[in-house]
């Protein structure tokens, strides 16, 4: 298969259909139109059709796409299908709640190994794993073939986490702490903060009173 | 001015925008160009100028954006000039993390209220605030006008916390637990799903041993 290059739009959508695909996976569903998708994931089911159209012709009219083969699809595509190991650097209560969620992170991904600052933290197990001195991340990372770092240390010092990533050899970092941060541009970046997704969450709460005051016009 | 419905996808950037904006205020920089933004976003200047141009004219040509303006500006849209009380159940280690983490939500968006099913959690204080037993989930979200509920308990919970959130009224739902939720359409849900960024960060990394691929052909 040629390799192509999908927008990154696309990519960030790809997991979400992969999460509904698994739960209705989980579900005994076998088929799954482009219109149930839609409805799950409030996207227009002429969207879904595009996206996944870039894979190839998937769905079959009149019965929709086959769960089961579009779940390995897009796994592949996005190479869900090879072992991902993370690292994360910040064992406060984030990074205990991440560790402890590792069970969901299906399909070969997942955190191993755990590092912080805090003297106190070294050697403390989160669920089954030891947290680490930072001493030990280079060296780590290079062991474990680690891709990923997560950052969940606060804001303050996640720049130089970052750096200390990077340094090491990850491709890309997920960061939780609320700063935006600088690094070389072969290294991605993904930033999580639910801020933003309770600041989207707020437009639409008050999109009543935006219609209110057009009244009042 | 008139209401206008803004596409999903922009909702989706304004507060990413903000944080930059946000971000560039705090270094005392006064005004910013569209091409800077989009290098800080990893987003075409264009869709930038487009996004923005939704709600007029805020840039001005050679000179840039006015920084304080448009953070204002992006306030009154998403309605962030309001007091938005927020309530949260699961005081668990990812429900204190973002009970912690609430002195980083400014613009009068607070969790004002936490909430936990297991009985030797009710009490405890985080942050400034004593988690409550669920029997006072409706009262308070009455007494505080609690307009969106967030939700970190595992996953086999969600739903029953969903239903009682949406009994009790709240308008919008940010979803932690790694399961997908069926509520009323008047009620908004956002997942907040820090697997599905991993799972994007992932497409990135691979993109060379893809060429390796074609390389191969």
Redesign the interface.
């Known amino acids: 298969m040629?390799?192509m290059k999908?927008s990154?739009?696309v990519?960030?959508r790809?997991?979400?259909y992969?999460?509904?695909l698994n739960?209705l996976h989980m579900r005994d569903v076998q088929t799954v139109s482009s219109q149930e998708l839609g409805n799950?994931l409030?996207l227009n089911p002429a969207q879904i059709r595009k996206d996944l159209a870039y894979f190839g012709d998937f769905g079959r009219k009149g019965i929709g796409y086959d769960v089961t083969y579009l779940i390995e699809k897009i796994k592949q595509?996005?190479?869900?299908d090879?072992p991902?190991n993370?690292a994360l650097v910040g064992a406060?209560?984030?990074g205990?709640?991440?560790c402890?969620?590792n069970m969901?992170?299906k399909?070969n991904?997942k955190i191993t190994a755990v590092f912080d600052i805090n003297p106190s933290m070294i050697g403390v197990s989160i669920n089954g794993l030891t947290v680490l001195p930072m001493e030990k991340l280079a060296e780590t990372i290079q062991d474990l073939s680690i891709?990923?770092g997560?950052i969940t240390v606060p804001?303050a010092e996640a720049q130089n986490v970052a750096d200390q990533f990077v340094e090491a050899g990850v491709?890309?970092i997920?960061n939780?702490a609320?700063?935006?941060l600088r690094v070389q541009d072969q290294v991605?970046i993904?930033?999580?903060?639910?801020?933003?997704?309770?600041?989207?969450?707020?437009?639409?709460?008050?999109?009543e009173?935006?219609?209110d005051?057009?009244d009042l016009?």
Chains 1, 2 share one sequence.
């Open positions: 040629k390799p999908i990154e739009a990519v960030r790809l997991p979400v992969l999460q509904v739960d799950r409030d595509i996005l190479k869900l090879q991902l993370v406060g209560n984030l205990r709640a991440l402890n969620y969901y992170l399909d991904m891709r990923i997560i804001a491709d890309g997920l939780f609320p700063t935006i991605r993904h930033y999580a903060n639910f801020t933003t997704e309770l600041m989207s969450l707020a437009y639409y709460l008050n999109e009173e935006n219609e005051e057009a016009d």
